[in-house]
C-alpha cells in the first residue's frame, strides 16, 4: 500500500477508530488492520502477556483467528520470546540476519526481511504486551515513529478496556458488598442449624448373626409356605405344609395289604379247629401279618409340619427359613 499522503489525518483517523472500539478484542482487531491506513506493511500482529509473563498471540492482520496450535502461532511465539528484552520500553527494527538462526529456519516461510517490534504500554507505563510489523522493505525513520503511536495507541485502548474489567474489584471493596455478603453469611450459618434428614438408598445384604441349620426327617413336597418372609415365629408353630399326596397312597396300600393279611389268617383259624394242617399254617399266616405291619411303619408321620428343634429349649424371636418337627401318630392298630 502507497504511503498516506497526510500521515497526522491517518493517524487521528486511527486513534478515533481505537477509541470507538466495544470492547478489547475490537481494539486489538482493528490495531492491526486499521494502521495499514498510517504506514505500509505486510502483516502485523499483536501479542499480550498472559499470567506467566509469556508472549500470548492475541491477533494478527487478515485472519479472523490465530489457533493456538497452529505452526504459524507456535513460531511467532518463539519469534517474541528471541527479541523481546526483559525492559521492552522503546521500538526497535530488526533484519533477518539478527535473527537466531532457528527462528530463522523454522519460519522461513513466514519470516520477512525486516521486522519493527514495538512495545504496548498503557498510561501508567505497565507492559501490555506488544506490536511486530513485517514486511519485505526496510521501516524508515518516520515510518518507525507512526508505528510507535500506534501501539501507543493501541496500548491505551487495550489499557482502558482492561481496567473497566477491574470493576469486580471495585465491587468488592464496596461497603455494600460486605454488608450483603454479611447478611447472607448469617442466613447460611442459621440455615445450617436446622436439622435436615437425610436418606440414602444403597444395595445391602443381611446375614443371619447365628444361622440355624433347617433340616426334614422325611423328603417331599411343599405344598404350602405358612410364615412370610422375615417373619418372627415361636416354638410349635407350623412353618411349611408338605403335600401328603404319597403319604396316604403309601398308608391306603399298606392298610389294604393288612385286611388281607388279616382276612387270611381269620381264615386259617376257622380251619384250623377241624384240619390240622390249618394250624401250622396259622402260625406262618400270624407272622406275616406281623412282617406287614412292621414292614409299613405302623407310625406315620402326619401332615402337620411345625417347627423342628434340636434342643429342649424353647426357641423364641428366631427368624429361620424354614424349621421342620415332625409329629408321628400310631396310623395302625394289628391287635385283634
Not at 235 to 248: G, I, Q, W
Amino acid at each position: 500500500m502507497s504511503e498516506s499522503p497526510n500521515p497526522a489525518l491517518a493517524l487521528l483517523e486511527f486513534e478515533r477508530r481505537i477509541q470507538s472500539a466495544t470492547s478489547n478484542r475490537e481494539v486489538a482487531f482493528r490495531a492491526v488492520n486499521d494502521a495499514s491506513q498510517v504506514f505500509d506493511f505486510d502483516q502485523a500482529v499483536l501479542w499480550r502477556v498472559d499470567v506467566f509473563g509469556r508472549p500470548l498471540i492475541a491477533v494478527a492482520s487478515g485472519l479472523a483467528d490465530v489457533s493456538a496450535d497452529s505452526p504459524f502461532q507456535q513460531w511467532l511465539v518463539r519469534l517474541m520470546q528471541s527479541i523481546t528484552p526483559a525492559e521492552f520500553d522503546q521500538a526497535r527494527a530488526w533484519t533477518i540476519g539478527e535473527l537466531p538462526e532457528a527462528v530463522v529456519t523454522d519460519g522461513a516461510e513466514w519470516c520477512p526481511a525486516h521486522l519493527l517490534h514495538c512495545p504496548l504500554r498503557g498510561p501508567t507505563g505497565t507492559p501490555l504486551g506488544g506490536m511486530l510489523f513485517l514486511r519485505g522493505t526496510a521501516f524508515s525513520e518516520p515510518e518507525g515513529a507512526r508505528a510507535d503511536w500506534v501501539a501507543r495507541s493501541a496500548g491505551y485502548g487495550l489499557w482502558a478496556w482492561r481496567s473497566d474489567r477491574h470493576g469486580f474489584k471495585r465491587f468488592l471493596k464496596s461497603r455494600a458488598t460486605w454488608r450483603n455478603l454479611a447478611i447472607v453469611g448469617v442466613l447460611a450459618a442459621l440455615a445450617g442449624l436446622i436439622p435436615v434428614r437425610l436418606s440414602a438408598l444403597a444395595p445391602a445384604e443381611i446375614t443371619p448373626l447365628r444361622p440355624i441349620p433347617i433340616t426334614s426327617p422325611l423328603d417331599g413336597v411343599v405344598r404350602e409356605i405358612v410364615v412370610k418372609p422375615n417373619q418372627i415365629v415361636k416354638a410349635d408353630e407350623v412353618l411349611v405344609v408338605l403335600d401328603d399326596t404319597a403319604l396316604r397312597s403309601r398308608l391306603e396300600l399298606a392298610s389294604r395289604s393288612l385286611d388281607i393279611a388279616r382276612a387270611d389268617l381269620q381264615r386259617a383259624t376257622f380251619k384250623s379247629f377241624t384240619d390240622e394242617a390249618s394250624r401250622f399254617e396259622l402260625q406262618l399266616l400270624n407272622a406275616r401279618v406281623q412282617e406287614k405291619v412292621m414292614s409299613e411303619h405302623l407310625w406315620m408321620p402326619v401332615m402337620n409340619v411345625a417347627m423342628y428343634t434340636t434342643s429342649s429349649k424353647k426357641m423364641k424371636g428366631v427368624k429361620p427359613h424354614m424349621l421342620y418337627q415332625n409329629t408321628f401318630y400310631k396310623g395302625l392298630d394289628y391287635s385283634f
